[in-house]
């Protein structure tokens, strides 16, 4: 992400050290501010289906077949990948 910055740094501004500061800790910000929601949200859902999981037979397998063929689908997209 670092190579994202110096697009917003002004060539000509008298503090190079501020114009390279300040988008870096905006975005450490806003990705502090995300990942938190993503952690809350997962952990909300992982308590509110972990009793059912654990319970229902039918739920663990379709999901484990859901992220088996997420999996599966990265995989093949990666290996078809060009680069």
Do not use: H, Y
Not at 38 to 50: D, Y
Request: net charge positive; proline share 4%.
């Amino acid at each position: 992400m670092p190579s994202f910055f110096p697009q917003f740094a002004q060539s000509g501004a008298a503090r190079k050290t501020g114009a390279f500061l300040l988008p870096g800790l905006t975005f450490i910000v806003m990705s502090t501010f995300r990942n938190s929601a993503t952690a809350f949200v997962a952990g909300t859902l992982t308590l509110r289906m972990g009793a059912r999981a654990s319970s229902s037979s039918r739920l663990k397998t379709w999901l484990e077949r859901v992220i088996g063929g997420a999996f599966i689908g990265l995989g093949a997209t990666l290996a078809l990948s060009k680069q």
